[in-house]
Structure formats: C-alpha cells, structure tokens
Nanobody, 125 residues
Framework: QVQLVESGGGLVQAGGSLRLSCAASGRTFSSYGMGWFRQASGEEREFVAG????????NYKDSVKGRFTVSRDNAKNTVYLQMNSLKPEDTAVYYC??????????????????WGQGTQVTVSA
C-alpha cells in the first residue's frame, strides 16, 4: 500500500516556475515507478512525466520537454516535478501516481496503481 500526497501547486504568471512535491508513505515506495499526470477542466487526464524506481530514466510529454524535470529522493520517499517557463496551457490539476512496474516508464493512467489527491496549478497570461 502506498499513499501519496502532492503539494506545491498555486497561481503563477506565465514564464514563472513551480516545484511540485509528492510525499509517499509505505516501505515499498522505492520499488515503484512514479508518474506525474495532469487534468485540465473538461479534458482527459494526460501523462506529463515519469521516472523509474532508481531515478536512472525519465520520460516526458513532448510539450513539456526542456521545461519540466522529474526527480526523486528515495531516502525521503518523495518525487518532484520542477516546472519552469510555465505557460497558460499548463493550467491543470496535477497528480502523482505510483506504478508497481518500476523498471520502465508507462504513460497510461490505468497502469498506475496509487494516486494522490491532486494539486491545482494555474498559470495566468
């Protein structure tokens, strides 16, 4: 069992930065692959970034490459999403999720077993 709690969302102007954190409970956190997803109002939930259990590999949605960075600290049971050069189209509720398959990154929401409650990110023009 893994419980996830996101934090760090908020309101920021276009071009600004935010750092999301996802704190996990559970002794097996370090074996899970972790993903960040987002869901804008009226849209489907979409993959944003993912990282393997060791942190050795990461993957990104094309539109955030070069702007977002996913990382993890297994000693702190925490995964991060650093978001720079934010755009209004990045506005959404952001969720972290845990995938029992930790060796490679999956992009489908249905592959992830545990989810946080989400944190709102709003980027003003």
């Amino acid at each position: 069992q893994v419980q996830l709690v996101e934090s760090g969302g908020g309101l920021v102007q276009a071009g600004g930065s935010l750092r999301l954190s996802c704190a996990a409970s559970g002794r097996t956190f370090s074996s899970y692959g972790m993903g960040w997803f987002r869901q804008a109002s009226g849209e489907e939930r979409e993959f944003v970034a993912g990282i393997t259990w060791s942190g050795s590999s990461s993957n990104y949605k094309d539109s955030v490459k070069g702007r977002f960075t996913v990382s993890r600290d297994n000693a702190k049971n925490t995964v991060y999403l650093q978001m720079n050069s934010l755009k209004p189209e990045d506005t959404a509720v952001y969720y972290c999720a845990a995938d029992r398959e930790g060796s490679f990154i999956r992009r489908r929401a249905r592959d992830y077993e545990y989810w946080g409650q989400g944190t709102q990110v709003t980027v003003s023009a």
